[in-house]
């Protein structure tokens, strides 16, 4: 045996061998075929300078190198495994537009995200779940999120400081006192219109569409306050 057959070592497969080929390349084009791809994706130097800057990575085993890296080389095997577990611990930062090539990992996973919400993926399934607290909240009130809902359990992806938060919430209360209808008696009103409007973009846009590929029964709620202010108002869709 050579000495480079003693340090070969063969190729890592990715996992979802279940999930046929024509299946993952079909999520692939999509992602490629979106319009801002071709300005995210200009090819990788190796430098790092992404994953130095990325605070995700310092938390889990995340890199947005390996990202652009496997985009490039339209990997189609590993681009679905990122896009069932990788995409969703970042941060959303674009740390990573420091990159010297132009590229933005960021971006090319916002539109992963995107695909994998559109497509009902398993993992948008699961990494959405405790957003649906939020999502409803903001159909049903105006605001984003109470308080009490920064709990660790619910935001693991939120990294160490949603334990700080949670272990202060009566400070936070008084700091960032948003209307919860539970949990504190001060806040600010949303005004109807703003509701309305808000309404609207998400049916028009088909942000309830996605919805419903993700999860069904908040859709289906959303779907009855929508339809219940919108006719309180006049307005058939």
């Known amino acids: 045996m050579t000495m480079t057959d003693a340090h070969y070592k063969a190729p890592q497969v990715a996992g979802y061998a279940d999930v046929p080929l024509e299946e993952k390349q079909r999520l692939f084009a999509e992602v490629k075929n979106d319009i801002r791809f071709a300005d995210y994706l200009y090819g990788c130097y190796e430098c790092g300078i992404c994953v130095a800057a990325c605070p995700s990575a310092r938390f889990y085993d995340f890199s947005p190198r390996r990202i652009a890296q496997a985009a490039a080389r339209e990997d189609v095997e590993l681009f679905y495994q990122q896009m069932q577990e990788d995409i969703w611990e970042c941060s959303q930062c674009f740390s990573c537009l420091r990159c010297p090539r132009g590229n933005n990992p960021g971006g090319i996973i ?58 202060h919430l009566d400070l936070w209360r008084r700091a960032l006192p948003p209307e919860t209808l539970h949990t504190t008696s001060t806040g600010w009103a949303v005004a109807d219109k703003t509701l309305i409007e808000l309404y609207l973009i998400w049916h028009h846009t088909g942000a309830l569409d996605m919805i419903a590929d993700v999860d069904p029964g908040l859709h289906a709620i959303l779907a009855e306050v929508m339809e219940e202010r919108l006719e309180e108002e006049g307005i058939e869709l």
């Open 110 to 167: 916002t539109i992963m995200r995107e695909v994998a919400v559109g497509n009902g993926l398993a993992s948008a399934r699961e990494a959405l779940k405790a957003y649906s607290r939020i999502i409803y909240k903001i159909m049903s009130t105006g605001t984003q999120v109470s308080p009490d809902m920064l709990q660790p359990d619910a935001f693991p992806d939120w990294g160490p400081e949603t334990s700080d938060v949670s272990a």
